[in-house]
């Protein structure tokens, strides 16, 4: 059973979640077990771990993995780290903002992702992770978690759900009780891992990809020749023009690089 800082510590340390910064903290062992069976690990695994919080997660992959980058915004966290942490050795803690880090200069570079991601960065950690590594196991808000593998014409389907789908395969996919959260969020979560399924996304046309996905999206009321027009791109296929980007699959958006 991983060692965990209580809430009773969080008192004793005069740590107050900060809802800015989306700090909702894994305080059940139980999650540790669901992330055991779906996270597609390897004990050699240099691992990232964006949102360290109390350190529950980062102790439970140190035991498990060779390194784990654990990344934490929040300065006041450290005692509850360092407590959480003591006579770990295999995690390299950074006090910073994920967003500006490049996963690609981390030293080792990691091969995976897990992580209790913050959910108002929750997907663009995802798309920065996705060019370095190579497996994922993260834990989102619900919506985000059904947006990642949308189908075409769907209400969640989007532009993120075109590059993921192009890129990776879902493994696993869990709803998480809102229970194993202090404080208790107000939206309900999902556990969701996955991996790349194609070098697409580590690929020098990658960027281009994403621009034109995005593009099309921008105005998704819109058609898609009218939408890429607006975004100074090049018409689509004459076949595609008509359409909506929600009516593309996601292969049909490499017609339009």
Not at 65 to 84: G, S
Not at 91 to 97: E, H, S
Not at 115 to 122: D, S
């Amino acid at each position: 059973m991983t060692r965990q800082v209580s809430i009773t510590r969080l008192r004793e340390l005069g740590i107050t979640p900060n809802r800015e910064l989306g700090q909702n903290f894994l305080i059940d062992d139980n999650v540790l077990r669901v992330i055991g069976q779906v996270a597609p690990l390897q004990l050699d695994d240099v691992v990232l771990e964006v949102g360290a919080g109390l350190g529950v997660l980062t102790r439970w992959l140190a035991g498990r993995v060779r390194l784990v980058h654990a990344i934490e915004i929040d300065r006041r966290l450290e005692p509850a780290l360092q407590a959480t942490l003591e006579g770990v050795e295999n995690v390299c803690l950074r006090f910073a903002d994920a967003m500006r880090i490049d996963p690609a200069t981390l030293d080792p570079r990691p091969q995976a992702l897990v992580a209790n991601l913050p959910y108002a960065v929750a997907t663009p950690v995802i798309m920065n992770a996705l060019p370095v590594c190579e497996r994922f196991c993260v834990m989102v808000q619900r919506e985000i978690a059904d947006r990642l593998f949308a189908a075409p014409a769907s209400k969640a389907y989007g532009a993120v759900s075109v590059l993921m789908q192009l890129s990776s395969r879902r493994l696993a996919m869990r709803p998480v009780s809102r229970r194993v959260f202090t404080p208790v969020p107000r939206v309900d979560s999902a556990l969701v891992a996955f991996e790349r399924s194609s070098e697409l996304a580590a690929g020098p046309d990658w960027p281009r990809i994403s621009a034109v996905v995005h593009a099309a999206f921008g105005h998704r009321r819109k058609r898609l020749a009218n939408a890429l027009e607006l975004a100074g791109m090049p018409p689509p296929p004459v076949d595609l023009a008509g359409l909506r980007a929600e009516q593309l699959t996601p292969e049909q958006f490499l017609e339009l690089l």
